[in-house]
């Protein structure tokens, strides 16, 4: 259901920019909930951002609150996380993850959604 995550990743300096994106295919982002998580090696996977498109609601992490931005392009069925001011501790692998509303939130907080994007890696360093 989530095309790769491939696009958007990479190396980059603290304090730099960057905006992964996931491609929805086979539904509209209108009847999920998308969200993105991070895995950094030896570290449990983290829910970083979350948007229910149909309600208009995001949901951050307070780890990113404030750098970090969820947005759809509707007309292209796409997800963006537009990263700001990014920190070395924001090193990880980035997927994008589906959840059917029914299902509602909860799937985003325990990690238990519907369908999964491959990730991208986003490596911060000086």
């Known amino acids: 259901l989530m095309s790769s995550c491939g696009v958007g990743g990479g190396l980059v300096q603290p304090g730099s920019s960057l905006r992964p994106s996931c491609a929805a295919s086979?539904?509209?982002?209108?009847?999920?909930?998308i969200g993105w998580f991070r895995q950094a090696p030896g570290k449990e996977r983290e829910g970083v951002a979350c948007?229910?498109?149909?309600?208009?609601?995001?949901y951050y992490a307070d780890s990113v609150k404030g750098r970090f931005t969820i947005s759809s392009d509707n007309a292209k069925n796409t997800v963006f996380l537009q990263m700001n001011s990014l920190k070395p501790e924001d090193t990880a692998v980035y997927y994008c993850?589906?959840?059917?509303?029914?299902?509602?939130?909860?799937?985003?907080?325990?990690?238990?959604?519907?369908?999964w994007g491959k990730g991208t890696q986003v490596t911060v360093s000086s």
């Open positions: 948007i229910s498109v149909s309600a208009e609601v995001t």
């Open positions: 086979g539904f509209t982002l209108d009847d999920y909930v």
């Open positions: 993850a589906a959840a059917s509303l029914d299902r509602g939130w909860v799937s985003f907080f325990l990690g238990d959604m519907d369908s």
